[in-house]
């Protein structure tokens, strides 16, 4: 289906953790450390750091090793969170899956652009059937790219086969979002589904 001729943009690109997906690493780690070990775990070591690097490309044998060298006490705190990754996807983002249906139901285009480890990428769309409405999916540890790297942007916009100021680009990161804006992206910062909505239809999408 065409785009509307309304709209402003002629894609949509999706961020998954904390926007189509809860995300919290505490769950998964408490699993195997317990909850005491696995906020220790989160407040003193730069969790956020350690795992972006496997976003971008790294294993986790390789990270592992790494964590076994940098802090050993923590190794299986680290090694917790790999085991029990699925224990750290909450379930939807209130509303957000509604929004992707909406779309898709007319036809208009939609992609997600995600930092994910390319290992652990696979719970998701094996757990989440909204992901099957997407028509690619940018995996950061895939392409060995990450945000807010303008690269993974520019290449999403190759996949989507539309130029950058003609997709809408939603993240809850600040910084993301301020890279994809920075290269013409309508890019919003998600807080909440109803917001996000209107400003979907402030941009003239079809919800």
Known sequence: MPTPSTAVVDGVVWDFGNVLIRWDPLPAIAAGVGDADARAFLESYDFRSWNHVQDAGRTWAQALAALEGDAPEWLSAGAAYVDNFPLSMLGPVPGTHELVRELAT????????????????????????????????????????????PAIYELVAERAGMP????????????????????????????DAEQLRGDLVALGLPL
């Open 106 to 149: 007319v036809g208009f285009p939609q992609l997600g652009l995600t930092n994910w480890s390319a290992e652990l990428y696979p719970h998701a769309p094996a757990t989440y059937d909204v992901i099957e409405l997407l028509g690619d999916v940018v995996v950061s540890g895939e392409v060995r790219l990450a945000k807010p790297d």
């Open 164 to 191: 950058l100021d003609r997709l809408v680009f939603i993240d809850d990161s600040a910084a993301n979002v301020a890279a994809a804006a920075a290269l013409g992206m309508h890019a919003i910062q998600f807080t």
